[in-house]
């Protein structure tokens, strides 16, 4: 059964209207960087729309940030919502009368398909049932690479410390606090740097592509980044004698401070550069009154064969909670089509597989 109203409260925002949805999801606790309009800033290949559900007073009660990508040679739209919508996640009106406004904009776009990927929990069965009624699809345990993110991430609920900072060191595992200062012993240093930096940035990052085999994003894409979140983004830069050997870009937003991207040399490792970087994004996160440090994904599973077992360990010895997430929610607007992408990704995916390979013969060579 699902709920019937004579009147729809969505709003297809035009982009003067932007910034109110923006204040909306900044300081909704379940508010993302990725369902900011100024990530579409950064998913410049993208287009975008921004859907909203209004309460009898007018107000916003729940929003969605939608990336757009037209399929090509068949003119229809893929719509995603990555990590969103914003919303109560248990408001089945809000989530009713949001379902009604994708439906009308699929029309309006002339989309193949609509996705989305909430941060609702795996366990969460009534989330996942509401979806079902208003005619999601929904695959429950999808593996490890078969989502576009990543189902489990490692947090820290900052919330129990209330603000105290040494409480929050003394509850990681006691080599990691020996290792945060054993970096400032062995002489490294933690900065926040600008733009500047980005090629430096871009070099450990392809240095560690190569090691950890994956594939990297191009420095302008950073850029992007950097431009679009302003102060709510911050580029860490780990140096010794002046030489950068670890970096990372961080997001701070609707009281979340996430671990976006890493990076690090292969050299000097044994100077603990990473565990640094994380004790003072940690104290951004603190300082702004943020509720949740993100570490993102971790392996599902955590199996030790996973290439992101390595990563696992380190971010563990933080303390945190391993958070698995239910995965995707779709409708299907057009099959044959739908057809169609699946084969393109597909054969994307497969590309991506060789480059990964090749990537991992060129790293086994040095």
Request: aromatic letters at 12%; a negative charge.
């Amino acid at each position: 059964m699902v709920l019937k109203k004579e009147e729809n409260m969505f709003e297809i925002l035009k982009e003067n209207q932007y910034s109110e949805y923006e204040d909306f999801a900044l300081r909704h606790p379940n508010g993302t960087f990725m369902q900011s309009i100024h990530w579409a800033e950064v998913k410049r290949n993208w287009g975008s729309a921004v859907l909203v559900s209004r309460g009898e007073d007018g107000r916003i009660r729940g929003g969605m940030a939608i990336l757009t990508q037209e399929l090509e040679g068949y003119g229809k739209n893929f719509l995603y919502v990555p990590r969103g919508p914003v919303m109560d996640y248990h408001d089945e009106e809000t989530f009713a009368d949001l379902t009604a406004g994708v439906r009308e904009l699929a029309r309006q776009k002339n989309a193949f398909q609509f996705k989305m990927d909430p941060m609702v929990l795996s366990t969460d069965q009534e989330f996942i049932e509401m979806a079902r009624r208003y005619g999601y699809l929904h695959t429950p345990d999808l593996a490890e690479y078969d989502t576009i993110q990543r189902r489990c991430n490692y947090m820290i609920d900052l919330t129990k410390f209330h603000g105290d900072t040494e409480a929050l060191m003394q509850s990681f595992h006691q080599k990691w606090r020996y290792n945060i200062r054993l970096a400032s012993r062995r002489g490294v240093e933690c900065r926040v740097v600008g733009k500047e930096m980005l090629p430096e940035f871009e070099r450990l990052y392809e240095e560690t592509g190569l090691r950890d085999n994956y594939l990297v994003r191009p420095e302008i894409y950073f850029h992007y980044f950097l431009d679009a979140f302003g102060d709510q983004v911050r580029l860490y830069m780990c140096f010794y004698e002046d030489k950068p050997i670890s970096a990372a870009i961080a997001t701070n937003y609707a009281g979340k401070t996430c671990y976006v991207y890493g990076a690090s040399s292969n050299e000097e490792r044994n100077r603990m550069p990473n565990h640094l970087m994380q004790w003072n994004m940690m104290m951004w996160a603190m300082e702004t009154g943020c509720s949740i440090y993100d570490f993102q994904a971790i392996p599902i599973g955590l199996d030790k064969a996973e290439t992101m077992s390595g990563v696992y360990h380190f971010k563990q010895g933080f303390n945190g909670d391993v958070k698995l997430f239910a995965g995707e929610f779709d409708i299907i607007f057009d099959e044959e089509v739908k057809k169609a992408s699946d084969a393109v990704q597909e054969d994307l995916a497969e590309k991506k597989r060789r480059m990964k390979e090749e990537a991992q013969k060129r790293a086994e060579k040095l």
